[in-house]
């Protein structure tokens, strides 16, 4: 499916494939600042309130709870000025990192973090960002005892990593809770070292779930108004039976009071993994889907605008042999409901490879069930992955078009980029650019990978 697009600053020709689930880059839509995607319960008399202080709830975590730092070579650049944060556009930790010139010697550049202990065997939950690309981590515990702390396995695309210490038999580890239990309006807690101050607690509530920020393709977050700054990264969210909830991920830098978290269930499905391997394997189903809008629900028959309608289905994957079809709308895959296009990509991606489930389609109004044996996504290079920071005058960000993906778009060649993020309110967003799609020019002028994005806008920007 082609479909042309404007952007309002430059113009863009773009090969429009929706959200793909199963694919390795960014696969849902990036949700609007303003929308809700959780309502707050009726308050009944039985309702528990809110406590009188949080103390004896930040003394039982506290042991659990590191402070991480880290430390990284950073290789001279020659004359060129650099303002960007050297462990990557993610890390929020911008106050630590100052700008440097070049014409001199190779130095190191430090940052800080959070995370907590899950094990007594020394295994300890922190983000991706915190550790990436770390030559040394440094784990402080709240008693002050310091240890080095090696990378087991890290994740990109949820932004979780698992780090382990040796050395210590008395280890406190955090217990995990469920955060599908979570409400909107339920007290939490933040610990975290916010700016290196180590052992820092904020307390504020659930302000909304299953948040989209245009982070990653399985954004899923608990949105909260617990202080969160940086340093606060891979920390917990804690509710008031001392359980983790969440791990503090990210903050919108132009907001007040705004922070976001990881659920810990989706981290209770990656740890093991990363443990284990390493790395995280995830399944695929091989189409690109769309939302059901309210004028496709009625011009496909169908009584509510639910589920996630197949655009394409990939030639030989795994639901091209199951018999899916263009237009099949997935309600059901096993057994877990489908109520958009954002969650189909994080049902099929937690699924074992090589399970063989029972999918329901609406088709032609009539809900029909296929039995689909889940494939493995494959992993992608580093150089398939370069990703472009967010463009300031744009609001995208992207990266490289793989030969895997452009297979199943059906695309002949991998020329080109796929939009990973898109900022709230931005001029792309405005255009209405997404998550997922293919930009492979422009202002005419073909793009074969990053590179040539940033070098082409960069032009388009100066005028020339």
Do not use: C
Request: a positive charge.
């Amino acid at each position: 499916m082609k479909t042309k697009k404007n952007f309002k600053i430059v113009l863009i020709a773009l090969l429009l494939a929706g959200a793909v689930a199963g694919f390795g880059y960014g696969m849902t839509a990036t949700a609007k600042t303003g929308e809700a995607q959780a309502s707050t319960a009726a308050i009944s008399a039985g309702s528990p309130m809110v406590p009188g202080n949080f103390s004896d709830l930040a003394e039982k975590v506290r042991a659990g709870v590191v402070n991480i730092q880290v430390s990284k070579k950073v290789k001279n650049a020659g004359f060129e000025r650099f303002g960007r944060n050297p462990f990557g556009d993610r890390n929020p930790f911008g106050d630590f990192f100052g700008p440097f010139e070049g014409n001199q010697p190779d130095r190191k550049q430090q940052g800080v973090g959070s995370g907590f202990i899950m094990s007594k065997e020394g295994y300890i939950l922190t983000n991706n960002h915190v550790v990436e690309d770390a030559d040394q981590i440094k784990v402080k515990l709240a008693g002050g005892k310091e240890f080095e702390g090696k990378i087991v396995g890290r994740d990109p695309k949820t932004d979780l990593a698992l780090v382990k210490i040796a050395g210590d038999s008395d280890l406190q580890p955090l217990k995990l809770g469920n955060s599908d239990d979570l409400k909107v309006g339920n007290w939490v807690v933040a610990v975290g070292s916010p700016f290196g101050l180590e052992q820092t607690v904020t307390a504020g509530i659930v302000s909304a779930k299953g948040r989209v920020i245009g982070s990653g393709p399985y954004d899923n977050f608990i949105q909260t108004d617990a202080s969160i700054n940086p340093g606060n990264s891979g920390g917990p969210l804690i509710n008031l039976q001392g359980e983790v909830v969440g791990i503090n991920t990210a903050i919108i830098a132009s907001g007040q009071g705004i922070g976001f978290a990881i659920p810990i269930n989706m981290a209770k499905e990656i740890a093991p993994q990363l443990q284990k391997r390493g790395h995280v394997t995830r399944g695929l189903l091989g189409v690109a889907i769309q939302d059901v809008t309210p004028e496709l629900a009625k011009s496909l028959g169908l009584k509510e605008s639910k589920g996630a309608l197949v655009s394409q289905v990939v030639p030989g994957g795994p639901a091209d042999k199951a018999g899916f079809e263009q237009g099949d709308v997935i309600v059901n895959f096993d057994g877990r409901t489908v109520g958009d296009s954002k969650d189909l990509p994080r049902i099929v991606a937690s699924t074992p490879v090589g399970k063989t489930v029972t999918v329901k389609l609406l088709r032609d109004g009539k809900e029909i069930e296929r039995q689909a044996k889940v494939g493995e996504m494959e992993e992608e290079s580093a150089s398939a992955t370069a990703k472009s920071p967010i463009h300031p005058s744009l609001g995208v960000t992207v990266q490289n078009l793989t030969p895997q993906v452009a297979r199943e778009l059906g695309l002949k060649k991998s020329a080109g980029v796929v939009v990973t993020g898109v900022e709230p309110g931005s001029p792309a967003e405005e255009a209405m650019i997404q998550v997922g799609d293919v930009i492979q020019a422009v202002n005419r002028k073909p793009v074969k990978n990053v590179d040539d994005f940033v070098k082409i806008v960069e032009k388009a920007k100066s005028g020339g």
